[in-house]
């Protein structure tokens, strides 16, 4: 796998993986519609990086955002369409976290909850010794 893009700041990278996540939201939209079923719009894209939604929801481009690539603004594009709404998401609530960077063990335990369901199984598995 090669990298995709080559950003210069945690804001900047969080921006393009939302481009590619709405790139997909969009491919999976066009399939579900041809297949004559109905999509509730606006769909929800959540960022734990306030910089990003903000650059996102926002067309005013400052000194620190210049170098941003124009294909960024395929988000706010959509965004204004109707297509998506951009929200932010603290780290602590972002169950993607856990696929992607070391977690205390107590929000791993939330975010699995949350993720597997709360039927007392993994209670049970985690009580074992």
């Known amino acids: 796998v090669t990298q995709k893009h080559v950003t210069l700041s945690v804001t900047e990278a969080e921006l393009a993986a ?19 079923l109905q999509v ?39 965004k204004e369409d109707g297509m998506i ?12 976290d856990i696929f992607t960077k070391n977690v205390e063990a107590a929000s791993l335990h939330n975010h699995v909850k949350k993720l597997c369901g709360d039927d007392g199984l993994y209670e049970s598995l985690k009580a074992k010794p």
């Open 40 to 78: 509730e719009l606006p769909m929800l894209v959540e960022m734990d990086n306030s910089g990003a939604k903000d650059l996102a929801n926002s067309w005013s481009v400052g000194g620190r955002t210049r170098h941003v690539d124009v294909g960024m603004f395929f988000l706010r594009e959509l």
């Open 18 to 36: 939302g481009v590619s996540l709405v790139q997909d939201m969009m491919y999976t939209y066009r399939v579900v519609t041809s297949m004559g």
């Open 85 to 96: 709404t951009i929200k932010h998401v603290p780290g602590n609530d972002n169950e993607a």
